[in-house]
């Protein structure tokens, strides 16, 4: 096993111990909301509330602020590493003059986003208007704290520092989970207890990271606008920012118009559709988006000093360990969806309505998950080249099949046709990314592609013959277990012992199967773990 295979899986393996917490943390926000708010009116207006300005927050802060940011900073670190003198001074400058121009455009875009609240809601044909403009405006200074937050996150990923980053989002949810049942009491509703957490957290998530930059070695300051505006690091930042934004409005767009086309199709397809997508990003969160953040400062690092082998090896081990996790995980979740949904899910708002719409999504999100973590795989790999441009396409092309797809299918499909759209059209991206990303000739991606598909097919294979007990066995199971109404721990007996025996069934299958074949993935980790221990 490479070394620089051994840095990924060791890096994304920390990174992801911290974000499956995170991520079990959303999913507890998430069974908080499903508690209080259910598939109501009020949970359709806290779920909109809160996507716009994360909208914002994807689009410039964690997207566009990161993929920009840290090629050019690793440039000022590899001049540093070579010994210019004055080079701490220029890095200096350069954060500086990056962090002024940020917090400036940040808080009018915050401002903006306040004002122009109530023509924004107005086209998502909500039932709770009010209510969803006063808690947009509530919540819109989350991504002031969220953009500075990124900024931090850019700079201690270049020097191979994760772990603040990880925390931050396990305090977000866990502010968020305290103030939901902490403050409904005594606020007018518990959707702005929420809200409040929201805030609180996104302040935490910036705060907690600062320290940690300070202490590398990297002091800033406020500086002239002026100067912040004219500073060549500031530019190049902006010039790859620009196509940068173009193409994750177009990625962000969808979920903005795929929420409107839901809000007008029925009460509670929104939330629906939210608790759907909570339940996909826990596993994307915890892998592809772990590997994503970890496998950037490196291609960065490999494709300014010209070293294509590290490069090819990098990415491609990469592709093979999502595939290896998602692919599995997507044919189990189809299996048990029903059973996940109503342990996490249902509650005293949370009935079987909720229950079958939530279902309806699930179903047609869970094959794009493959798909999707590949994206989060494959675009740092053009952004380390400084190529914005590449993704920019294929995200804006992904987002008129989503759009016209999601057109079609919310009539007749509702929730579903929105979901399904969303999985063809992330299909449809990867495809993109991947015929982009072949015309770098120092990029030898066609042996490895076509190694790629036929190990995709096999997971595919082994991952169909492991679901087999598992829905022979999943009614049986219930039964067995099914007690009271399905409700507090009965609901745990009823469905929690059930999955987790289902769970344990089919990755001992999977396993099985695995090592019979000798899988070079599998033995990449095994001898990981026999080297550490």
Same mark, same amino acid.
């Given at each position: 096993?490479?070394?620089?295979?051994?840095?990924?899986?060791?890096?994304?393996?920390?990174?992801?111990?911290?974000?499956?917490? $995170?991520?079990? &943390?959303?999913?507890?926000?998430?069974?908080?909301?499903?508690?209080?708010?259910?598939?109501?009116?009020?949970?359709?207006?806290?779920?909109?509330?809160?996507?716009?300005?994360?909208?914002?927050?994807?689009?410039?802060?964690?997207?566009?602020?990161?993929?920009?940011?840290?090629?050019?900073?690793?440039?000022?670190?590899?001049?540093?590493? =070579?010994?210019?003198?004055?080079?701490?001074?220029?890095?200096?400058?350069?954060?500086?003059?990056?962090? %002024?121009?940020?917090?400036?455009?940040?808080?009018?875009?915050?401002?903006?986003?306040?004002?122009?609240?109530? /023509?924004?809601?107005?086209?998502?044909?909500?039932?709770?208007?009010?209510?969803?403009?006063?808690?947009?405006?509530?919540?819109?200074?989350?991504?002031?704290?969220?953009?500075?937050?990124?900024?931090?996150?850019?700079?201690?990923? $270049?020097?191979?520092?994760?772990?603040? $980053?990880?925390?931050?989002?396990?305090?977000?949810?866990?502010?968020?989970?305290?103030?939901?049942?902490?403050?409904?009491?005594?606020?007018? *509703?518990?959707?702005?207890?929420?809200?409040?957490?929201?805030?609180?957290?996104?302040?935490?998530?910036?705060?907690?990271?600062?320290?940690?930059?300070?202490? @590398?070695?990297?002091?800033?300051?406020?500086?002239?606008?002026?100067?912040?505006?004219?500073?060549?690091?500031?530019?190049?930042?902006?010039?790859?920012?620009?196509?940068?934004?173009?193409?994750?409005?177009? /990625?962000?767009?969808?979920?903005?118009?795929?929420?409107?086309?839901?809000?007008?199709?029925?009460?509670?397809?929104?939330?629906?559709? =939210?608790?759907?997508?909570?339940?996909?990003?826990?596993?994307?969160?915890?892998?592809?988006?772990?590997?994503?953040?970890?496998? &950037?400062?490196?291609?960065?690092?490999?494709?300014?000093?010209?070293?294509?082998?590290?490069?090819?090896?990098?990415?491609?081990?990469?592709?093979?360990?999502?595939?290896?996790?998602?692919?599995?995980?997507?044919?189990?979740?189809?299996?048990?969806?029903?059973?996940?949904?109503?342990?996490?899910?249902?509650?005293?708002?949370?009935?079987?309505?909720?229950?079958?719409?939530?279902?309806?999504?699930? %179903?047609?999100?869970?094959?794009?998950?493959?798909?999707? +973590?590949?994206?989060?795989?494959?675009?740092?790999?053009?952004?380390?080249? $400084?190529?914005? @441009?590449?993704?920019?396409?294929?995200?804006?092309?992904?987002?008129?099949? *989503?759009?016209?797809?999601?057109?079609?299918?919310?009539?007749?499909?509702?929730?579903?046709?929105? +979901?399904?759209?969303?999985?063809?059209?992330?299909?449809?991206?990867?495809?993109?990314?991947?015929?982009?990303?072949?015309?770098?000739? =120092?990029?030898?991606?066609?042996?490895?592609?076509?190694?790629?598909?036929?190990?995709?097919?096999?997971?595919?294979?082994?991952?169909?013959?492991?679901?087999?007990?598992?829905?022979?066995?999943? %009614?049986?199971?219930?039964?067995?277990?099914?007690?009271?109404?399905?409700?507090?721990?009965?609901?745990?007996?009823? =469905?929690?012992?059930? &999955?987790?025996?289902?769970?344990?069934?089919?990755?001992?299958?999977?396993?099985?199967?695995?090592?019979?074949?000798?899988?070079?993935?599998?033995?990449?980790?095994?001898?990981?773990?026999?080297? @550490?221990?």
């Amino acid at each position: 096993m490479g070394a620089s295979s051994r840095s990924l899986v060791r890096h994304g393996s920390a990174l992801s111990l911290l974000t499956l917490v $995170s991520r079990v &943390l959303g999913l507890l926000r998430e069974m908080a909301k499903a508690s209080f708010l259910g598939t109501t009116a009020l949970s359709d207006a806290f779920s909109v509330a809160f996507m716009i300005p994360n909208l914002f927050r994807r689009l410039f802060a964690e997207g566009s602020i990161s993929v920009a940011f840290i090629p050019t900073f690793k440039e000022y670190l590899i001049e540093d590493s =070579q010994g210019l003198s004055d080079n701490r001074e220029k890095i200096r400058e350069f954060l500086s003059c990056v962090f %002024t121009f940020l917090t400036f455009f940040v808080t009018l875009a915050v401002i903006a986003g306040i004002l122009v609240s109530p /023509y924004v809601v107005s086209i998502f044909g909500m039932e709770a208007f009010d209510e969803t403009v006063f808690l947009t405006r509530l919540m819109f200074p989350f991504l002031a704290f969220v953009s500075v937050a990124a900024l931090f996150q850019g700079i201690l990923n $270049s020097v191979r520092v994760f772990a603040p $980053s990880g925390l931050g989002p396990i305090l977000l949810n866990l502010v968020t989970i305290l103030c939901a049942y902490g403050l409904s009491p005594f606020t007018a *509703n518990p959707a702005r207890a929420m809200a409040i957490g929201i805030l609180i957290g996104g302040f935490l998530e910036a705060a907690i990271q600062f320290p940690f930059v300070l202490k @590398k070695g990297f002091p800033f300051f406020f500086t002239g606008l002026k100067r912040a505006f004219k500073h060549p690091g500031t530019r190049k930042v902006l010039r790859l920012i620009g196509p940068t934004i173009i193409g994750m409005a177009a /990625y962000q767009l969808n979920d903005l118009v795929s929420t409107a086309l839901a809000g007008n199709a029925g009460p509670g397809v929104v939330s629906s559709l =939210q608790y759907s997508l909570r339940l996909q990003e826990l596993i994307l969160g915890v892998f592809a988006v772990s590997i994503g953040t970890v496998l &950037l400062p490196d291609l960065s690092e490999y494709a300014k000093s010209a070293q294509w082998d590290h490069y090819h090896e990098r990415l491609v081990q990469a592709i093979d360990i999502i595939a290896l996790i998602t692919i599995p995980i997507t044919f189990f979740a189809l299996s048990q969806g029903e059973t996940l949904i109503r342990l996490l899910f249902q509650s005293r708002s949370f009935d079987d309505g909720s229950v079958a719409l939530t279902l309806s999504a699930f %179903t047609f999100h869970m094959p794009g998950l493959f798909f999707i +973590a590949l994206n989060r795989i494959l675009a740092p790999a053009f952004y380390a080249q $400084s190529d914005s @441009k590449s993704p920019t396409l294929a995200g804006i092309i992904s987002f008129v099949v *989503n759009m016209a797809l999601a057109a079609i299918l919310v009539g007749p499909l509702k929730g579903a046709g929105v +979901a399904f759209a969303l999985t063809i059209a992330s299909a449809v991206n990867t495809a993109l990314l991947l015929v982009f990303l072949r015309r770098n000739h =120092q990029i030898r991606l066609d042996k490895a592609l076509r190694a790629a598909l036929v190990y995709a097919v096999k997971l595919i294979i082994f991952s169909c013959l492991a679901a087999i007990p598992v829905r022979a066995l999943s %009614t049986r199971l219930i039964t067995l277990f099914a007690a009271g109404d399905g409700r507090g721990l009965s609901r745990i007996r009823a =469905q929690g012992i059930p &999955l987790i025996i289902n769970a344990i069934i089919f990755a001992v299958a999977g396993i099985v199967l695995l090592v019979v074949t000798k899988d070079k993935q599998v033995r990449t980790i095994w001898n990981m773990i026999r080297k @550490k221990g």
